[in-house]
C-alpha cells in the first residue's frame, strides 16, 4: 500500500485519480484503511453534508444536479457521493455517477463517487461516512449525499448529514408515500419535485396537513381513503419548511439553497448542530466497537465454534440468550 500521507497530500492538491484511489482504499476496509482513516481525521470537521433522500422516481439524481451546479456559481467545490443499489453479478453500483449528473462531472470543482450498497440497509454504503470524511479533508466544502431511493427505511442519512432534504413528487402512487413516519421524521426540509406536473398542490397539502400540530390528514392508500395522525413540529424548535422545485428547470433550487442556508444557520444558533455531531461521534464509535468486539469474538472462539452454535439454534435446541452466556463464558474462560 502507498503511504497514506503521500496519497492524501496528492488528493488534497488537486489530483482526482489519487482522490479516488484513498476512496477504494476506505471502501474495502480492514487495516489499511483504517490507517488512512486516522490520518485523514484530524483534517475533517470544516465542510457542511446535505442528505438528499425520498423515494424512487422523485428526481433525487437531478435535483443533486442542480444544487451542485448552484453551489458552483457561487465559488464553492462540491463532492457527491450518490448511492445506489448493488449489481447482483459485480457487487458494484448500478447507475454510474457520469450517467447520473452530466452536468456537473466534467467540472473540476465537483468530485462524484458513486457508491453500492452491497447488502446496507438504511439508504446508504457501509463506508458512506468514511468517503464523506475523506472529501472534507481535502478540501471540498459542500458535501452532497444521495440515499439510494428505498423508502422509509432510509433514516441512516440522519447520522449522517447536517440538513436532510427530503424530495417527493406527485404521481408517484398512492399520497401515502409522502407520509412514511421514518422518513417524513428525519427532514429537516421537505422539497415537492416536479411541481409542474399536476397533483403537486395536492401532496404539498398532505404534506402540510402531517406537520400541522401533528393534525390528521386524509389520505388515499391501495385505492381507499384513510385518515392518520400526523407528525408534530420538532422539540427543537425547527418546523420543516416545504418547498416546490421544477429540478430539470432550476426552478426552485434558490430557494432550496436559503433553506439549507436557514437551517446551518439554526443549527449554529441553537446548539443543535454540535449536538448532532457529538451523536454522530458516539453512534460511530459504538458501532466500531461492536465490528471490533465482534472480529475478537470470531478470533477467539472460532468459527467452528460458532457456525455450531447456528446449528443448534437452527435446530431449536438452545435459544439465543443460551448461546450468547455460552459465548460469554467460552470467552472469560479462554
Known sequence: MQDPVSLFERARAGDR???ARLITLLEEGGEAAARVGAYLFPYTGQ???IGITGPP???????VNALARAYRERGETV?????DPS??????????DRVRMQDVAGDPGVFIRSMATR???GGLARATGEVVRALDAV???CILVETVGAGQVEVDIARAADTVVVVQAPGLGDDIQAIKAGILEIADILVVNKADREGAAATVHILRSMLSLGGPALIRHHGQQMVVQGVAPTASGWT???LQTVATAGKGIPELMEAIEAHRAYLERSGEGESRRRRRMAEELSQRVRERLWADVVRRVGRARLDGLVEQLARREIDPYTAVERLLAELRNG
Open 119 to 121: 447488502g446496507s440497509l
Open 87 to 96: 449489481s447482483p453479478f459485480t457487487g458494484g453500483a448500478l447507475l454510474g
Open 47 to 49: 465542510a457542511y453534508v
Open 240 to 242: 420543516p419548511p416545504i
Open 79 to 83: 463532492g457527491i457521493v450518490a448511492v
Open 139 to 141: 478540501g471540498f466544502r
Open 57 to 63: 422516481g422523485s428526481g433525487k439524481s437531478t435535483l
Open 17 to 19: 485519480r489519487t482522490l
